[in-house]
T-cell receptor
């Protein structure tokens, strides 16, 4: 079945560092891909999405490009801030409109 | 866009007591609705989803149940809570092919 694999955390970076959180998927067909963010003690918020190959989703300085050839949707940000500390989830929407979730990657940004 | 309301935000219950968590949706009609559980430091586990009034699909057999008495109301229940039911419960909604939107979650502690 469909699946999503994220890099294990926690990922610890200094402020203003470059961020990459890897996400790869296996799926039949052409799923939509998502990144969600969960700040401490809160629910999940949609961060960005991409619905077809080569689409780039972007929001709040974060970007991710739908790469069909490598089945990847890596999350990147050029300069992270302390306020970016959160758990980041990669997900795909399967043919039944259900979300298949990665395990989440905790990001810790130190000042 | 739709808004998901969940309550209460936190709940402490003794083992063996009943449970009722409520989720309501604003800003859309006939949404798909979901209940997830997130154990501490872990990813999301889909518990139930519903595509319409009275239609519930269970993903994981357990002592929890869900009901959808109205189009924009989704209730998670248990007759007798177990220690293992502790966790962070999230309600989400989506319009068929649109991203899921999440409520703020309910942190349930079983003593």
């Amino acid at each position: 079945g469909d699946s999503v694999t994220q890099m294990e955390g926690p990922v610890t970076l200094s402020e203003e560092a470059f961020l990459t959180i890897n996400c790869t998927y296996t799926a039949t067909g052409y799923p939509s891909l998502f990144w969600y963010v969960q700040y401490p003690g809160e629910g999940l918020q949609l961060l960005l999405k991409a619905t077809k190959a080569d689409d780039k989703g972007s929001n709040k300085g974060f970007e991710a490009t739908y790469r069909k050839e490598t089945t990847s949707f890596h999350l990147e940000k050029g300069s992270v801030q302390v306020s970016d500390s959160a758990v980041y989830f990669c997900a795909l929407k399967d043919s039944n409109y259900q979300l298949i979730w990665g395990a989440g990657t905790k990001l810790i940004i130190k000042p | 866009s739709q808004t998901i309301h969940q309550w209460p935000a936190t709940l402490v219950q003794p083992v063996g007591s009943p449970l009722s968590l409520e989720c309501t949706v604003e800003g859309t009609s006939n949404p798909n609705l979901y209940w997830y559980r997130q154990a501490a430091g872990r990813g999301l586990q889909l518990l139930f989803y519903s595509v319409g009034i009275g239609q519930i699909s269970s993903e994981v057999p357990q002592n929890l149940s869900a009901s959808r008495p109205q189009d924009r109301q989704f209730i998670l229940s248990s007759k007798k809570l177990l220690l293992s039911d502790s966790g962070f419960y999230l309600c989400a909604g989506s319009d068929s092919n649109q991203p899921q939107h999440f409520g703020d979650g309910t942190r349930l502690s079983i003593l």
